[in-house]
C-alpha cells in the first residue's frame, strides 16, 4: 500500500471548510424550498387569473345581451313613423364583443399556459432540482461525515506526535507564502 503524506498545515482550516460546507448544504435546501415555493405561487396564480377571466366573461355576456336588447328596442318606429338612431347602441354592442372576446382569449391563454407550465417545468427545473437534492441530501453529508471522521484522526495524530506543530494556514500568513515546516528537533 502506497501512502502519501497528507501535509496538512492547518486543522482548523479542514474545521472551517467542514462548517462552510454545512452551510452551503442548509442555503442550497433553503433555495430548492423557496423555488418549491415560487412554483406553487406561480399555479395558484394562474389559477387566480383563470377564474378572474371566466368571471370577466360571465359579466361580458350579460354586457353583450343588454347591448343587443337596447339595439334591438330601437329598432321599432317611433310615434312619428321614423326610425331612430341606433349608432350609439350599435357602437355599444361593438364594444360589449369586444371585450367578451378579449375575456374568453384570457381565458384561452390561462388554459395553455396550465397545459404548457408543468411541461416547461419538468424540462427545465425538475431533473437539475432533483439531481442538487441528492447531491445536498445524500452526497454532501457523506462527504461532510468523511471530513470529519478525518479531521478526528489528524487531531489524534497531532495529540501523539508532541513534535507536530502544523504551520499557520498560507491564508493567515503576510504576503500569503507559505513558509516550508521547520524540521523536527535532532
Known amino acids: 500500500m502506497n501512502l502519501t503524506a497528507a501535509d496538512v498545515r492547518s486543522i482548523d482550516a479542514l474545521r472551517e471548510w467542514l462548517i462552510t460546507l454545512a452551510n452551503y448544504r442548509s442555503s442550497a435546501a433553503e433555495v430548492l424550498s423557496s423555488l418549491q415555493m415560487e412554483i406553487n405561487r406561480a399555479f395558484d396564480w394562474l389559477d387566480d387569473q383563470k377564474k378572474r377571466w371566466q368571471?370577466?366573461?360571465?359579466?361580458?355576456?350579460?354586457?353583450?345581451?343588454?347591448?343587443?336588447?337596447?339595439?334591438?328596442g330601437r329598432k321599432f318606429e317611433d310615434a312619428t313613423g321614423r326610425m331612430p338612431d341606433t349608432t350609439v347602441q350599435e357602437?355599444?354592442?361593438?364594444?360589449?364583443?369586444?371585450?367578451?372576446?378579449?375575456?374568453?382569449?384570457?381565458?384561452?391563454?390561462?388554459?395553455?399556459?396550465?397545459q404548457r407550465l408543468p411541461k416547461l417545468i419538468e424540462e427545465n427545473y425538475s431533473g437539475p432540482a432533483r439531481r442538487l437534492t441528492t447531491f445536498i441530501e445524500v452526497d454532501v453529508p457523506n462527504a461532510m461525515a468523511l471530513l470529519d471522521r478525518r479531521i478526528a484522526a489528524l487531531e489524534s495524530y497531532a495529540e501523539l506526535r508532541p513534535d507536530f506543530a502544523p504551520a499557520p494556514s498560507v491564508a493567515a500568513m503576510p504576503g500569503g507564502e507559505a513558509k516550508p515546516p521547520d524540521p523536527p528537533p535532532p
Open 91 to 114: 357602437r355599444n354592442l361593438r364594444r360589449a364583443k369586444a371585450r367578451l372576446e378579449q375575456a374568453e382569449e384570457q381565458v384561452e391563454k390561462c388554459r395553455a399556459w396550465h
Open 55 to 72: 368571471s370577466a366573461v360571465k359579466g361580458c355576456e350579460e354586457e353583450v345581451l343588454r347591448a343587443k336588447n337596447e339595439l334591438s
